[in-house]
């Protein structure tokens, strides 16, 4: 079933402002309130979150009686591989290394493109960014990322 | 005088070979990663942040002031040279800028971006030096009323100027200002909406925001539309202007200097406006119109004048007072809360020399652009002819590991990719990131002044109107709304808008 609404974006939006204020004040409820003159942590809070909800639903009303834009095409392919590069990216990092982490990062993010071709000019490519990584930001920057994580770890002492 | 002597502290802080080394190093990699297309100044003003954490207070401002002024000119040129402009404030550049191109001229067009810029520059450090004390000295009898006024009237105020609905631009800064609270809250020590992860102890960091929000989601918005960009140029020659173009572009350049300069302090105002401002000005104005929108060399060196004036004009307000008014502030003020100063007037009294110091070496800054891009250019053209596929996606590999880097745990990696998604959602329903991240920065401070004020007026709130100052400020403010919210000024301001 499809609803037919004026201004779907600004329902959306609306719906958004509502349930996040809303989730907000619940979870000032947990925070002392104290007086306007004292105000402990769950006043301001709570203040922003009644504000929020209150935006909220006037866009909600105007989306309902007021004809807006239609939302555009989601890109669910790009965004998809983008976010979840990335989120491979964090649960690889320490576990299994920086350059296991890169490699999943890159291959991931770069397949959400029509253009990219698994060839050797990529490998190539590729090879060149993590050796640039782990020189610029490991030996040089000191940044504490491991460059083969605990998975990994047998496999250090092969390296010379 | 003293506006001599203050420039005499900064001059001497700002030529200290380290800061100078800093500054070359801002500018260039602000330049670098700016005429990257695809990749507006906020996005790279944030990628680049984290390198700038380890640095001492001066030397990371400096450093940073000059990731601005690159990636701002870095955007002109990629707008000369590919129709593909980054970010709002170049888009103007690009209709006259591009057409120049076409026609052969890509080199006078860019001399003359890199001449207004520098022009701008130079008369702005002198007006900063000017205005910034008595506006500072002014902000020192501000009370915790004031101040809070004046935040809200600074936010307001950037909404109202900024593009896009109002209604989702005051959401968007209600939901920054939540998102502010997260983490210990100062002043009882209580845990607020930390869900007791160890992480959010401290607050969301304001970087991790930034580059979900326009990092994450710029690439993702990239990859929706095809890559159609054409490089006009693959070499450019014949880099300065004829006698005939200086003799053209002298009213346009002072100008565009002095509305953007005019433009700049305003909250929300910055290089954008201040660009279409100076734009539509000399479309009035000047006795080649028709030439506009066919290559006049006019509409690139007036708008061009106009964004780096607006540009460094929007630290006044940044410095003396600690308002952010746009995103690339709220990014300044975050890094300036890091290096552990408090933004406000008191940066200017209690630590002149990183006061001047960072003023007069936005002028070096400036200097630096102009000696610097004019050879480089040949540089410039290679990086922007990257073909986007491989460019995202080692932008990601950056955004991840600068990401990582703030406190070495991928808690942080992991909530950038949430930032990414819910940016992104929101962008499709017409909410932009920029207010959130306003509000995002401004939240802790609101807070804490509201406290205060309410604390000292036992908690009547009607402290906020007694007090005049802050009466007038919240005034203007409410007047600002409802003006927007007429349909006559309303309209007005769409139109204002259409052409970006």
């Known amino acids: 079933m499809r609803l037919h609404v004026a201004g779907p974006k600004d329902v959306w939006a609306g719906l958004i402002y509502i349930a996040f204020g809303g989730l907000m004040f619940w979870g000032a409820l947990g925070y002392r309130l104290g007086t306007a003159g004292r105000m402990g942590p769950g ?10 909800v209150a935006i909220g639903v006037v866009a909600l009303v105007r989306g309902l009686i007021v004809r807006g834009e239609r939302i555009d095409g989601i890109a669910w392919k790009p965004l998809a591989l983008i976010l979840a590069s990335s989120v491979l990216f964090g649960l690889l990092l320490e576990r299994a290394g920086l350059v296991v982490a890169l490699v999943a990062l890159v291959l991931v993010s770069a397949s959400a493109s029509k253009e990219f071709r698994f060839d050797p000019k990529a490998v190539a490519g590729l090879v060149a960014l993590i050796g640039f990584c782990v020189a610029a930001f490991v030996k040089g920057l000191g940044v504490p990322m491991p460059i083969l994580g605990t998975w990994l770890e047998p496999l250090a002492v092969l390296a010379p | 005088m003293d506006i001599l002597t203050n420039l005499a502290i900064g001059f001497s802080t700002a030529l200290s070979l380290t800061n100078l080394a800093y500054c070359f190093v801002g500018v260039f990699l602000g330049t670098a990663v700016g005429v990257l297309p695809g990749l507006g100044v906020p996005a790279t003003v944030a990628m ?46 690009a209709l006259d800028g591009h057409q120049m191109a076409r026609q052969g001229k890509a080199g006078r067009a860019l001399a003359t971006a890199a001449i207004a810029s520098f022009f701008a520059g130079t008369v702005c450090t002198l007006l900063m030096a000017m205005f910034a004390p008595p506006l500072g000295a002014m902000a020192l009898e501000f009370g915790p009323a004031e101040y809070f006024s004046l935040m809200v009237l600074g936010l307001v105020a950037s909404i109202v100027l900024a593009s896009g609905s109002i209604l989702h631009a005051l959401g968007m800064v209600v939901i920054g200002l939540l998102l502010g609270l997260v983490g210990t809250d100062v002043n009882s020590g209580a845990q607020r909406y930390s869900l007791g992860i160890a992480e959010l102890t401290d607050g969301i960091n304001f970087v991790v925001i930034a580059m979900g929000m326009f990092g994450l989601g710029e690439i993702v918005a990239n990859l929706e539309t095809a890559d159609t960009r054409e490089l006009m140029i693959k070499k450019v020659s014949g880099l300065w202007p004829t006698r005939e173009d200086w003799r053209r572009i002298r009213a346009p350049i002072l100008r565009g200097t002095l509305l953007g300069s005019v433009l700049g302090l305003l909250p929300g105002g910055g290089a954008a406006l201040a660009s279409f401002g100076a734009y539509a000005l000399e479309k009035k104005v000047s006795r080649n119109r028709a030439e506009f929108g066919h290559g006049a060399i006019e509409g690139v060196a007036a708008p061009e004048a106009a964004n780096n004036a607006g540009a460094q004009m929007s630290f006044v307000p940044m410095l003396t007072l600690g308002i952010p008014s746009n995103p690339v502030m709220a990014l300044m003020i975050g890094a300036m809360v890091i290096q552990g100063i408090q933004p406000g007037p008191g940066v200017m009294t209690e630590q002149p020399t990183l006061f001047w110091g960072v003023v007069v070496s936005m002028w070096i800054g400036n200097l630096m652009l102009l000696v610097l891009n004019l050879p480089l250019i040949g540089l410039w053209v290679k990086m922007i002819s990257v073909p986007y596929h491989l460019l995202y996606p080692t932008i990601l590999v950056f955004c991840a590991i600068g990401v990582f880097s703030l406190s070495n745990t991928t808690f942080d990696v992991q909530l950038m990719v949430l930032f990414g998604l819910v940016g992104y959602v929101l962008k499709k329903l017409g909410c932009e990131p920029a207010p959130m991240l306003l509000g995002f920065i401004l939240g802790p401070m609101m807070e804490e002044y509201l406290r205060r004020a309410l604390l000292l007026s036992m908690g009547d709130p009607t402290t906020l109107i007694t007090s005049p100052i802050s009466a007038v400020m919240l005034a203007l403010a409410a007047i600002l709304l409802v003006l927007v919210l007429l349909p006559s000024f309303g309209s007005t301001r769409r139109e204002a808008f259409q052409d970006e």
Not at chain 2, 54 to 71: D, E, K
């Open chain 1, 43 to 52: 006043y301001f809070p709570r203040v922003l979150a009644v504000i929020l």
């Open chain 2, 48 to 93: 680049l942040l984290p390198a700038t954490f380890a640095l001492p207070p001066v030397s990371a401002l400096i450093m940073l002031a000059g990731i601005f002024y690159g990636a701002q000119y870095g955007g002109s040129t990629t707008s000369i040279l590919v129709n593909l402009p980054g970010e709002t404030s170049s888009v103007i550049t």
